[in-house]
């Protein structure tokens, strides 16, 4: 049937019968100009390495019903937080459970129920800032899309407790999921972000899902996703971040098991001296896809841009790095550095990585670097001449490439859980988690 | 009791013969020397014993506690207690000195059917093996050689040596770079790892290492071959009179 055919059905039936609402003629808008990009192919640049034609073979619904989750479940997902206080904003299947919201004091936060957004117009010529007009998933998203959160973190606000954006689908056809947050973060607040998607669902899920963020002034907001046994979901999610002056951002990406994922990251200088680090690891074996998509924009001067990917494929993965940096011409001392590197483990393994530099002004430093190999064999023997087996020591370096993003997650219950995640993925729990030695040895030193 | 016999060995490395027919044997709790000069064979000798890809055996044959080595991977023959310090260490960025030792001891621990050990004792065990060769306790928290001075590196190769408490040590170079108050802790700390069933063969290019370790036999080697075998007298004539008196044919080269 195709995928257009397939949402321009699902369209149909759910909206256009009551087209006489305004939202619901906003949606047409919508996804009328979706359909007018289409598809990506890969002719398309933002798409080259990034193959969407199966979506046409999935025959995609939109939930009708949707199965009741408890907490319980949830909190089993967070335990990692080990009890600790967490904010959590759930999108359970494609909206907003407001039973696990727990009140807030220190923030704004409101739900936009599905589609009340759209009447929401100080909201919308927000969204527009952020808005990619030329990523027709943006137009997929807004026409679909249910349930909305808003959070407005207060002036000043610091607080060490997480706040989590906590995605899970467990649906029982192939389905679509549509959602849209906005997080405005007020000057000199400091926030920490969990992003987390879980997929339960046998069938295909379709996610697209955007999240904005507007950083104001001297704020300093970490963004960690975290993408791990999500088998079944084709996730696109969209991180999109405006920066005022003096704004701190810190995104570490996580994917780790994964079917399909694209993770769109953008980042927008608005005013001058913003800082923004962009880190990922991911990993990808046999008949799995992850696709880092980073855009970092800097129109204004003095402004620090630093990204650090780290791959490791095995089996028939695939990964794919794109990162543009583009420097407006009045943007002078930029910093702009960028840096992929990947680990290959087998011969069917591939990786397209693709730097793209637009610089247009003259006092800048710049520096970007890619690399695909395999593991040092001058390290692996000094290992396994210790009596170390040779997968063991294979482990220890995979584990040794990306431990330096995984110590930059600065929430110490979750830099434990992703340093535990990898350990468990590469076979060195024993290592790493079983014996009391590292505490040992860090508390007597 | 013999630990180590190798016959007639050559070796050769992309095609072209480094080992050109060496004899030795080890037995228990003897502290072998080979001295000779760049170029020789000597780290090609120590790394064909520790099973580093790349080294062709061409003919002969190594024996360790009875087995052929030739047939077992570096990790078997580590477990079998076989221990390299190496000439250059090599650095191992995000592994911990303490996770390193913890992993290998385990292993081989297994290997010989022993209990692993107890978080405590192993604590207490790494720290006195450390200041053996005077490295503190914090260079167990860094990172295996990671920025470590020349000196630093062949200190932890012998920390390592501590740790893994080897039947036969080859110890490649482990002097050089290593300042006088540095080779005085090293060989110390070497000469305190002495034990009836522990060998040694220590590739050196130094009379100075040899002044504390005393060793039982001294080995010259010369284009891939042991040309001159003596006691320890041997060295000093050696540093006296350089290797020209090798090359001109005297003495043992008959
Ligand atoms: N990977 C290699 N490829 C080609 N030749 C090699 C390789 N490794 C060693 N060789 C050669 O083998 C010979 C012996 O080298 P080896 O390192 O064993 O010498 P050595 O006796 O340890 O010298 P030194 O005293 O300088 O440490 C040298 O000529 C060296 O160039
Ligand atoms: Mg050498």
Partial sequence: MGFIDNVSALFEKKFSKQICRDEDSERLVFFEKFKELGLPTIKNEDWKYTNLAFLNEINFQLSSCTKAIDTGLVEKYLSFLNGNDKIVVPYINNSIDESFVKPLSSFDYKILRNGSFFANTKLISKFSNFFDSSNPFNFLTLAFSTDSAYLNVNNGFENEIPIILFYLYDFEINTLSNTLSFVEVEEDAKINIIAIFINRSRDKVFANEIINFHLKRNSNVEVNILQFNIDNLVLIDNFNFILESGATLKINTFSLNNYFVRNNLNVLFNEPYGTAFLNGIYFTADDEFVDNHTLVLHNQPNCISDENFRGILDGTGRAVFNGKIYVARDAQKTNAYQSNKNLLLSNDARINTRPQLEIYADDVRCTHGATAGYLDQEMLFYIVSRGISKEKAKSLLLNSFVSENLEKVEQPDLRNFVKELVAKKLNLEDIFFCSAIDELTNASL | ?254
């Fill in chain 2, 1 to 254: 009791m013999e630990i180590l016999k190798i016959e007639n060995l050559k070796v050769a490395i992309d095609g072209k013969l480094i080992i050109k027919g060496l004899n030795l044997t080890i037995n228990s709790g003897e502290v072998h020397a080979i001295m000779g000069p760049n170029g020789t064979g000597k780290s090609t000798l120590a790394y064909v014993l520790a099973g580093k890809p790349g080294y062709e055996v061409v003919e002969g044959e190594i024996t360790f506690l009875g087995k052929n080595i030739l047939e077992l991977e570096p990790e078997e023959r580590a477990k079998e207690g076989l221990f390299l310090a190496f000439q250059y260490p090599v650095e191992i960025p995000g592994v911990t000195n303490a996770n390193f030792m913890k992993t290998a001891v385990n292993e081989v621990r297994k290997y010989r059917n022993l209990e692993p050990l107890d978080a405590f004792d192993f604590l207490q065990t790494l720290k006195e093996r450390a200041a053996l060769v005077g490295l503190d306790s914090s260079y167990l928290n860094r990172n295996v050689n990671e920025g470590f001075s020349g000196g630093e590196k062949k200190r932890n190769e012998i920390f390592q040596l501590a740790m893994l408490e080897p039947i036969l040590a080859v110890l490649d170079e482990t002097d050089s770079g290593l300042d006088i108050d540095a080779l005085k802790i090293v060989a110390n700390g070497v000469n305190s790892l002495r034990k009836p069933d522990r060998s040694f063969l220590v590739i050196t290019h130094y009379q100075r290492l040899l002044n504390y370790l005393t060793p039982d036999f001294v080995h010259v080697m010369y284009d891939g071959k042991i040309v001159i075998s003596g006691g320890k007298e041997l060295a000093y004539e050696l540093e006296a009179k350089g290797y020209d008196w090798l090359k001109n044919g005297n003495n043992g080269l008959k």
